[in-house]
């Protein structure tokens, strides 16, 4: 079965210190990946996608990703983070067959010190 | 309006209460979902429509019944439900333009407590 796992249920980092959120995917062949962002009270924003080609995909708010076969992972980074980058952090997979089918890890909430 | 839109935003009921939550995509979007969001767990899949036709049901129990007029509409009718169905309900649109470029556009959501 197709599993999507988020290690860390939670991160606090310094406002300004760089942040990086682990997603790691089960999946025989190279899925579709995708992070999304979630604010309190709302749904789910696209911060980056990955389909193809170059492993780094940037994305939204400073965002970047970058996707390593060889530990099926899709590891999210931000240089410096913001107060308002406070939020709940998703990545996704669908795998290549089947269009409609994402699956999502159980999300990474990150606290912002001041 | 624009995106996804959900409604209500929050519901309370009691269990042998019957409602529907509706969801508008005003992005032209052949395919609608319904995702069931609980708490420290994982997003579940719960409804797939493409052009209307239901093409994907996650074992939901049938107290959800799901129902897509047309490739804007989604409705969630819900009808003697347990409090263990509390959640956020996220409604999502998605578009297959080309092989592989499909992404999920999700609402706000509906929050819904049983009591």
């Known amino acids: 079965a197709q599993s999507v796992t988020q290690p860390d249920i939670h991160i606090t980092v310094s406002e300004g210190a760089s942040l990086e959120l682990r997603c790691n995917y089960s999946y025989g062949a190279t899925p579709y990946l995708f992070w999304y962002v979630q604010s309190p009270g709302q749904g789910l924003q696209l911060l980056l996608k990955y389909f193809s080609g170059d492993t780094l995909v940037q994305g939204i708010k400073g965002f970047e990703a970058e996707f390593k076969r060889s530990q099926s992972s899709f590891n999210l980074r931000k240089p410096s983070v913001h107060w308002s980058d406070a939020a709940e952090y998703f990545c996704?997979?669908?795998?290549?067959?089947?269009?409609?089918?994402?699956?999502f890890g159980s999300g990474t909430k990150l606290n912002v010190k001041p | 309006e624009t995106g996804v839109t959900q409604t209500p935003r929050h519901l309370v009921m009691g269990m042998t209460n019957k409602k529907s939550l509706k969801c508008e995509q005003h992005?032209?979007?052949?395919?609608m979902y319904w995702y069931k969001q609980s708490a420290k767990k994982p997003l579940e899949l719960m409804f797939v429509y493409n052009f209307k036709e239901q093409t994907e049901n996650n074992s939901v129990p049938s107290r959800f019944s799901p129902e897509c007029p047309n490739s804007s509409h989604l409705f969630l009718h819900l009808h003697t439900l347990q409090p263990e169905d509390s959640a956020l309900y996220l409604c999502a649109s998605s578009q297959e333009l080309s092989p592989g470029a499909n992404v999920l556009t999700f609402g706000a959501g509906s929050r819904l407590t049983v009591l």
């Open positions: 996704a997979v669908r795998p290549g067959r089947n269009f409609n089918k994402f699956y």
């Open positions: 992005l032209g979007h052949n395919a």
